[in-house]
DNA sequence: CTTAAATAACTGACTGGTCAGTCATTAAAA
DNA sequence: TTTTAATGACTGACCAGTCAGTTATTTAAG
């Protein structure tokens, strides 16, 4: 009857990747990916499928583009905020651990790690792709820095490289935890204070031996 | 033509249900439960689909009971061992996760995390069972183990759960990566190393800080 | 010790529903 | 008027679950 004058959708083409992107996240990090309908993508997007298939020539395009737009960035800062600091190692670590949780922990990135080890199996290149992106480039400036500290006596001697996974694991671990079975556990898991308690003990447990007369007694 | 003396199949019912089991281990933690197929399933188990409803309900009931045959079993076995030892806390720990590694670390039990997290959010109720008979379980063993720790002086003060959370938490993601990432990752990874690592820098990160004169000072 | 009947483990072609991807059509914008 | 963003009904492939039929095994009669 009435509904001549109400227009019926818009076009928005700068808009529209990044608001399908973001509604892929979101769906892709609550149900998988198989297990994610375009269709309630499109829905959340607020178009049609058919729209996606303008702009993501497939499901597993989309996947891609998720991915790639949202992690990128993320490391780039990550990187730049390492390089720009000098100081004593253990106070950048920390720092940066909390900088971490604030801007990645709660934003709808941190859904990603979860995603992609879900779907490792499935899209071998995708995660060959995120290793070599995020993990192996995290991890390699992790371990400069600890390097760096090691070699300023500030920590004790040490495979860097291991330091580093054992130094994100629990991060990491926190994201994956939180999109996934924290929902179902009935203990409280206040993320801020437990990486406050990783911080305490892993850079307790790094540092050099006091060197007050004999060393280390091991 | 020659064919009527060979057995096309037999009769297995005893050791079926174990097979299948053990072939949809496989298949959800490699390609997870949606992107698995029961044809897959039934084909690595050396049946046809038909008998595998011989056995289970469903595809989800099948889920249930990978999960259930292969965990319960495991944490039992976990309890048992920590209530058998008593001694030195950090010694037991140490001990612990080495055997763990050993045990399970190697065997396709390893997979569970993997999957339990990546299908969380499409088995709600799975979860919650994962959670109160596994996770939940663990982490009281642990958090108990840490109090004793503390009472003794062996241990600094800190709140016991979340350390059984950082204790932990290297060792799950071992495993998590070893079922996902690992495969593309260029960088080594051993395990056991790692642990090793682990126990160094967390096991020193707890120890009460050495009381020369003045006990603790917090 | 046969051998035939009864039992039940097992099979695999089939079905009904689901969904990624298509495309002819519609309508907003230029 | 032309251009193109957007639509949504449609289709072809795929697969969980079914079931009528097949065959190994057991039982018991001859």
């Given at each position: 009857m009435a509904q001549t004058d109400e227009q019926r959708w818009q076009r928005r083409k700068a808009e529209r990747p990044g608001e399908i992107i973001d509604a892929a996240l979101e769906l892709f990090v609550e149900k998988g990916f198989m297990a994610t309908r375009l269709d309630e993508v499109a829905q959340r997007a607020g178009v049609s499928k058919g729209t996606l298939y303008l702009y993501f020539d497939s499901k597993e395009a989309l996947f891609r583009a998720v991915v790639e737009t949202l992690v990128v960035p993320e490391i780039e800062r990550t990187e730049q905020l390492i390089d720009a600091y000098e100081g004593p190692a253990a106070e950048l670590i920390s720092q940066l651990v909390k900088q971490w949780w604030q801007t990645v922990g709660e934003?709808?990135?941190?859904?990603l790690p979860k995603l992609i080890i879900s779907e490792s199996g499935n899209f071998p290149e995708l995660a060959r792709f995120y290793v070599e992106q995020v993990i192996d480039r995290v991890r390699r400036v992790i371990a400069k820095l600890i390097k760096r500290g090691i070699a300023t006596g500030e920590f004790k001697s040490c495979d860097p490289v291991y330091i580093a996974r054992l130094l994100l694991a629990p991060m990491v671990f926190a994201a994956i935890y939180q999109h996934s079975l924290l929902p179902y556990d009935s203990e409280p898991f206040e993320v801020a204070a437990y990486l406050d308690t990783h911080l305490d003990i892993f850079l307790h447990g790094l540092v050099a031996p006091v060197a007050e007369s004999g060393a280390a007694e091991t």
């Open positions: 934003s709808r990135v941190c859904g």
